[in-house]
């Protein structure tokens, strides 16, 4: 079963998007160097469609994206919450970061708007350093998705790439 600790509005988790960021417990992954070691434990409350609805009736009027911040034990929970969210709250898109260097195969990556891989590795840096392993991906229209992480450089003076990447 899912859990979450807690939720926060956010602005630099996703690029072009007011982000309702869900931070899932019983972290499987254990990256050194984690930012989030409160995360590996099993706490916090369900997180399931009526924790959805809750956080929808809440803050649905300010935001335009629900991410789900882990969720690595239980990544078919959280593909079936993406549904959810698309089915029922159609103008919200969906975000999964997840620390595994590829979308399990159980995932349908179609169900989401952007995803998130790659474990943290302190050397490499997070999303926002060019070195960094990690990768975010958009859904496009045709169902490809293109690597934005250069998004998270700008302030580096990195610009887009000639040619976009794509993968997953």
């Given at each position: ?13 996703i690029?072009d ?25 099993d706490?916090?409350?369900?997180l ?29 929970g ?34 989401f ?6 474990p ?9 350093q ?5 990768r ?9 998705f ?15 790439p000639a ?6």
């Open positions: 079963m899912l859990k979450y600790v807690n939720t926060g509005i956010v602005f630099q988790e690029p998007e007011v982000t309702l960021a869900v931070n899932i417990s019983g972290c499987p992954c254990r990256c050194p160097g984690c930012h989030s070691r409160y995360l590996w434990d706490i916090g409350l369900p399931g469609t009526e924790a959805i609805d809750d956080f929808v009736g809440k803050f649905g009027a300010d935001i335009t994206c629900i991410a789900f911040m882990g969720g690595d034990g239980d990544p078919k959280v593909n079936l919450l993406a549904q959810y969210i698309h089915e029922v709250y159609p103008l919200l898109k969906v975000a999964w970061y997840t620390g595994r260097i590829r979308v399990p195969a159980i995932v349908n990556k179609a169900d708007d952007y995803l998130k891989v790659g943290y590795i302190r050397h490499l840096g997070p999303l926002n060019p070195t960094t392993n990690q975010l991906y958009r859904r496009r229209d045709d169902g490809l293109d690597d934005i992480t250069y998004r998270f450089w700008r302030e580096s003076g990195l610009q887009e040619t976009p990447r794509h993968g997953l």
